[in-house]
T-cell receptor, first 113, second 110 residues
């Protein structure tokens, strides 16, 4: 089945450590996105990538980094510079063309203590 | 980034009732989408609308793309307990101009 996978579902880290969240898609979508969602809140865009080896900052990129070495993969690193890293992280991808709907993965809940 | 205004913010309804929610923006969009998110899960795309005035159904769900292109509506008929969740609208102008609504939390009382 085609879809987006994120792993792990739950992640726990100590403050001061970097952590990398995985996102893989087999939908053959060009564009991929990372969002952050805080309890009771909407989604905020962290980073996005339209093609391999290219990515752009979203609205809240500070303290995060990404890479896009393969079309299928768009990992997100939450660095120690991110002041409030505990959140629910969602990866998404989009069909080609301007009107393609955005499809989401199941999310990773990161808790930093 | 821009955020779309959704209303109501939350709804508590009896099983079997119909539900209506809407999403408004100060900007026009080319595409309107509706998502449902259950606790601890990613949003799932329910309906996508591509043309002003378009009315599209998906089972008990019906959504409309407003004529002005600045709003959209979602109706759920004969609600059931599994309809519980948060419903988000999203407006899209280009592939990277994509904005989410503030969400409507739906609780269905059996």
């Amino acid at each position: 089945d085609g879809g987006i996978t994120q792993s792990p579902k739950y992640l726990f880290r100590k403050e001061g450590q970097n952590v990398t969240l995985s996102c893989e898609q087999n939908l053959n979508h060009d564009a991929m996105y990372w969002y952050r969602q805080d309890p009771g809140q909407g989604l905020r865009l962290i980073y996005y990538s339209q093609i391999v080896n290219d990515f752009q900052k979203g609205d809240i990129a500070e303290g995060y980094s990404v890479s896009r070495e393969k079309k299928e993969s768009f990992p997100l690193t939450v660095t120690s510079a991110q002041k409030n890293p505990t959140a629910f992280y969602l990866c998404a991808s989009t069909e080609s063309g301007t009107s393609g709907g955005r499809y989401f993965g199941p999310g990773t809940r990161l808790t930093v203590t | 980034g821009q955020q779309l205004n959704q209303s109501p913010q939350s709804m508590f309804i009896q099983e079997g009732e119909d539900v209506s929610m809407n999403c408004t923006s100060s900007s026009i969009f080319n595409t309107w989408l509706w998502y449902k998110q259950e606790p601890g899960e990613g949003p799932v795309l329910l309906i996508a609308l591509y043309k002003a005035g378009e009315l599209t159904s998906n089972g008990r769900l019906t959504a409309q793309f407003g004529i002005t292109r600045k709003d959209s509506f979602l109706n759920i008929s004969a609600s059931i307990p599994s309809d519980v969740g948060i419903y988000f609208c999203a407006g899209q102008l280009t592939r990277n101009q994509f904005y989410f609504g503030t969400g409507t939390s739906l609780t269905v009382i059996p």
